[in-house]
């Protein structure tokens, strides 16, 4: 069983910066890869970004460079996010995927999501 517990949203203006943490705990053999995914009201949830055990990253096309994935550790991973705007407002959703014990198959986790909002 894994818990993830997110931390970071909150309110900003445009042009600011936010850090969002997602911190996995519990009883698996492994975190795979961690990602953030995000869903605004009355749109789709959408990758924002994504990063693997060897530390190899993905973003969604809107980053544009914005944002900025990392890891502390095996099992704690952060957003940075830059020159937020508007449209980068939404839900933050932490994701990773993990080795069950005792099975060691591979399984994901959704954290509870985190809102940001962005505006003047």
């Known amino acids: 069983q894994v818990q993830l517990v997110e931390s970071g949203g909150g309110f900003v203006q445009p042009g600011g910066s936010l850090r969002l943490s997602c911190a996995a705990s519990?009883?698996?053999?492994?975190?795979?890869?961690m990602a953030w995914h995000r869903q605004a009201q009355g749109k789709e949830r959408e990758l924002v970004a994504a990063?693997?055990?060897?530390?190899?990253r993905n973003y969604g096309q809107f980053v544009k460079g914005r944002f900025t994935i990392s890891r502390a550790g095996a099992n704690t991973a952060y957003l940075q996010m830059n020159s937020l705007q508007p449209e980068d407002t939404a839900d933050y959703y932490c994701?990773?995927?993990?080795?069950?014990?005792?099975?060691?198959?591979?399984?994901?986790?959704w954290g509870q999501g985190t809102q940001v909002t962005v505006a003047s």
């Open positions: 990063i693997n055990p060897g530390g190899a």
């Open positions: 994701n990773v995927g993990y080795r069950h014990r005792p099975t060691g198959g591979v399984l994901r986790k």
């Open positions: 519990g009883s698996f053999f492994s975190i795979q890869d």
